[in-house]
């Protein structure tokens, strides 16, 4: 009878128990959902400068009529020099395309990024490139290929100029430049030798080449306006604007001034 009574208060116990832990589990802490976010809405498109995205621009920079390019004679060091030079201040492809233009995107400026080292060379008694186009704060390495005495005569305002020798033993002399500035270049041995430094503080910009093409890439959804300036012809503008992820394409055309 003892161990009835006994077993009956066990099993009560065991079935309390029981009870006890399913409640205490029905309370506990209900792990959130994860939930899978929904796509983000496309941004608008901007007509502000700089917005959200970035796309490309390209273009060509095109003579208007008919041009004979000019000669120069050569008047010392022939052997290294040649006869005769074809003079660089205007070289036009033959469907119109316009070398050594530079254009810029004006209204953006740098506000950091990396100045780099350019080489500017003397061959043959020309500067090559005959434009050179950098970031502020860069340095040029000028190199003296042709082994004969140059001498790299600097006209610059915003710059500090400078005026010096390079005999054949010299083959490379450097310059830093630190603000935005067009400067121009002579050989006071050579007078026919003639080239430019642009200095920019914009970080898109280019130098045409022999199909009179540039492109800018990577840059920012926006409406700006870009700047081309050419030594003989000048220098104009035209309104642009960058779509996210398009090829905004440009035409430049200059004509001889009158």
């Known amino acids: 009878m003892m161990a009835t009574r006994w077993f009956t208060n066990l099993l009560a116990i065991l079935l309390f128990v029981t009870a006890g ?15 899978v976010p929904a796509s983000a809405p496309a941004a608008p498109e901007s007509s502000s400068s700089p917005g959200q995205g970035v796309g490309t621009i390209t ?11 000019t000669k120069v004679a050569v008047s010392k060091d ?3 020099c040649g006869d005769v030079k074809t003079d660089p201040v205007l070289v036009v ?4 395309e316009i070398i050594n233009a530079v254009i810029q995107i004006s209204d953006l400026k740098r506000t950091g ?13 020309e500067y090559v490139p005959h434009v050179l186009a950098l970031p ?42 630190t603000k935005p500035e067009v400067i121009s270049l002579r050989c006071d041995v050579h007078g026919w030798m003639s080239g430019w430094i642009v200095v920019t ?15 800018m890439e990577n840059v920012p959804v926006g409406k700006y306006s870009l700047d081309v300036w050419h030594e003989t012809l000048g220098k104009t503008t035209q309104s642009v604007e960058v779509k996210s992820g398009e090829v905004t394409n440009v035409t430049f055309e200059f004509q001889m001034k009158k």
């Open 59 to 69: 273009g060509k920079v095109i003579f208007k009529g008919s041009y004979t390019p």
């Open 21 to 35: 832990c399913s409640k205490d589990e029905s309370r506990a802490p209900v792990k959130p959902v994860e939930t």
């Open 93 to 96: 492809g033959s469907q119109g």
């Open 113 to 125: 990024g990396a100045p780099k080292e350019a080489v500017l060379d003397q061959v043959k008694c």
């Open 136 to 177: 502020v704060g860069s340095t040029v390495k000028i190199k003296n290929s042709d082994g004969i005495l140059h001498n790299v005569h600097s006209f610059s305002e915003k710059n500090t100029p400078f005026n010096r020798a390079q005999p054949k033993y010299l083959k490379e002399i450097s310059e830093k430049f």
């Open 201 to 215: 503080d914009s970080p898109f910009y280019d130098v045409t080449g022999a199909d009179g093409s540039f492109k």
């Open 78 to 80: 022939k052997e290294v």
